[in-house]
Every structure is written in structure tokens, then in C-alpha cells.
């Protein structure tokens, strides 16, 4: 088998568009694009294998150097269309050899394989522990398969999300979308509000994530206005056969305007017209003691169903990195996951 380096777009993205509810966001070419304009470096590579099935896996790695730690980061990857143990053995043992040219102290993964596909003493046996945070990449997730048509779906809705809905079309709401640069200033002023609000950390890299993917035509923002002024915005990618609602915020004022179930049945209606599967509403939460609590009950109550794929996994390679999984305890700690 070999490993080579992927410049051609056309053929990493063709690879993956294969995969289905298991498509890897943050393997695709544009997200590899984010990543150069944060600064990181990055690789793409593919392996091969010569016995005549060709190109049987790829993977973006993202070299980080961070106060908690150095380290490659292969966030939802690797990524193989059939998981075979000498495939992913193969591929390790050279990222194994990278890291330690580049002085790293850990590799992390994330592949996208449910959970009750694959033993966990597959990956402890090969070295890997749980990465300390769960569901950072979306392990656990809500997915709406939106192949049904309109009628079906909204009656898989819960009876109060549906009821908002058509209340919401009766009223004065109004839903924009928009791939214009010059509207990334009005999502980030809400989302920069609702993080002070709630005592969150901003994400980085959302401006960079429009305009990259925004240049394939695979990034929406969606505004809800009531009077004029903003309730709801998301940033939708549409990626693969999915649309994905990656980032959101929301306003305090007008409580009882259902203006975010109202932005979301026009997800829902977009990503039908693009010809998407699935709708992927991102991470939930399973305990009611959980922050994301409250967003869960809101994503679920539009029908679907529960995806859970393997936590990620981090493969120690020097005794440093039990100094970075002692500060992602703690971090874990302090937001109460």
C-alpha cells in the first residue's frame, strides 16, 4: 500500500460524496481551506492500495501548536469507504512516523463510525484513549432524513414544533438567506451577544468558514426578522448529500416569536431544493444536566433521529501529553460536560 499527497479537489471531494450519514465535515477540501487561513498547516493524503482497489481512503491532518499541547489533529478522520483493520493500521503507522519528524506529541482522531460498528478494544488495543471532552466533533448527533416530502416531515415533528411553524407562517416574520460576505458582520455581532450572554467561547474561524465555502456555493446564512430586528440567524453548510447547522444565535427580545422554528423549516425547505438527504442538526446531549440541554430538545423536536459515532481518540506519544489531558479535564469540569 502507499500514501500520497492529494492536490486534485475534484477527486478528494469525489471520494467523499460517497460516504452517507457518516459524511465527514471536517474532512472535506474547504474545511482543509478554514484551516490554511487560521494559520494552521496542513496535509492531505490519500492511501492506496495497488492491488486494484485504487484510492480507499483520504485524510486532511491539521498540524496544531497550542498552549495545551502539539499535536496532528485528524478531526472525522481518517476516512475510509470500508474500514479495513490493515488499511487504518497502515495509515497510523506513517502518521505515527509524521508526528514524531514534526515533534508532536499526540495524534487525535475522529472517525466517523458508529459506535455500535466496531469494538472500543480495537482502538486500545492500537494505543488510543478517549480524547477527556466528549461529543467536541458530534459524536452524538440529530440527523433528519428530509427525502420525505414536506407534509411528512413536519408531521414527525413534535405536535408544539409543528403548531409553531404554522403560527410563525401566519405572522409578520421574515426569513432572508444570503451568501454575501458584507452579512457575516450581522450573524457575528448576535452570536458575539448571545456568547457574553451565555458565557460561552466563540468559535473561531466562522468568517473564514463563509467565505470558503461560500465560494462553492455550499454556505447559507439565515436571517429571522420581527420588526424589523434580528431574532435568529444560522450558518447552514451544505456539504455532500447534507445540510449541516453548524453555527447559530439568537436574541433575547420577542421571547414569544417563534422566528428560530420558523429559519429552520426554511433550512429544511432549502436543503430539499439542493437535493440533500439529511439534515444534520449537529451535537445533542443526552443528560438534562447537560448545557446542551435546552438545544437539544429544540433540534430534536423536529423528528429524526439519534446518530452516535465513537468518542475521539487521542494516541499518546510522549509523556507531554499527559499535561494536555490533565487541562481538558479540568476544561471538561468547568463547562459541566
Not at 465527514?24 to 482497489?53: C, H
Not at 458582520?185 to 468568517?207: D, R, T, W
Not at 417563534?258 to 432549502?270: K, R, T
Request: aromatic residues 14%.
Amino acid at each position: 500500500m502507499e500514501i500520497k499527497e492529494i492536490k486534485d479537489k475534484k477527486t478528494w471531494e469525489e471520494f467523499l460524496s460517497k460516504k452517507e450519514i457518516e459524511f465527514p465535515f471536517f474532512q472535506t477540501w474547504n474545511w482543509g481551506e478554514v484551516q490554511k487561513k487560521l494559520g494552521f498547516n496542513i496535509l492531505r493524503r490519500g492511501v492506496y492500495d495497488p492491488s486494484g482497489a485504487g484510492l480507499v481512503g483520504v485524510c486532511l491532518i491539521v498540524e496544531k501548536k497550542a498552549k495545551r499541547g502539539h499535536f496532528l489533529h485528524l478531526r472525522h478522520g481518517p476516512v475510509f469507504l470500508d474500514f479495513k483493520l490493515k488499511y487504518f493500521d497502515f495509515f497510523i503507522s506513517s502518521i505515527k512516523n509524521l508526528a514524531k519528524e514534526k515533534g508532536a506529541s499526540f495524534i487525535r482522531i475522529s472517525p466517523l463510525i458508529q459506535k455500535d460498528k466496531i469494538e472500543e478494544s480495537f482502538f486500545k488495543k492500537r494505543g488510543f484513549i478517549d480524547f477527556p471532552i466528549p461529543n467536541m466533533d458530534a459524536e452524538v448527533c440529530w440527523v433528519l432524513n428530509i427525502q420525505k416530502p414536506e407534509e411528512e416531515i413536519l408531521k414527525s415533528m413534535r405536535k408544539t414544533h409543528r403548531y409553531l411553524i404554522r403560527k410563525a407562517l401566519q405572522m409578520d416574520i421574515e426569513i432572508t438567506r444570503t451568501n454575501k460576505m458584507s452579512e457575516i458582520n450581522k450573524f457575528l455581532k448576535l452570536y458575539s451577544e448571545l456568547s457574553k450572554a451565555k458565557h460561552f467561547i466563540p468559535h473561531k474561524g466562522i468568517k473564514e468558514e463563509f467565505e470558503e465555502f461560500g465560494k462553492d456555493n455550499e454556505a447559507l446564512l439565515f436571517f429571522a426578522k420581527y420588526e424589523g430586528k434580528i431574532l435568529a440567524t444560522a450558518l447552514i453548510i451544505f456539504a455532500g448529500n447534507m445540510a449541516i447547522y453548524h453555527h447559530a444565535a439568537s436574541s433575547s427580545e420577542f421571547k414569544n416569536i417563534p422566528a428560530s422554528y420558523l429559519l429552520q423549516w426554511n433550512v429544511i425547505q432549502e436543503a430539499k431544493k439542493r437535493g440533500k438527504k439529511y439534515y444534520n442538526f449537529w451535537g445533542i446531549a443526552d443528560s438534562p444536566n447537560h448545557p446542551w440541554h435546552g438545544h437539544t430538545l429544540f433540534k430534536t423536536g423536529f423528528g429524526g433521529e439519534r446518530v452516535q459515532f465513537i468518542q475521539a481518540k487521542d494516541l499518546p506519544l510522549s509523556p507531554i501529553y499527559w499535561k494536555t489531558y490533565l487541562i481538558e479535564l479540568v476544561t471538561k469540569w468547568k463547562k459541566g460536560y
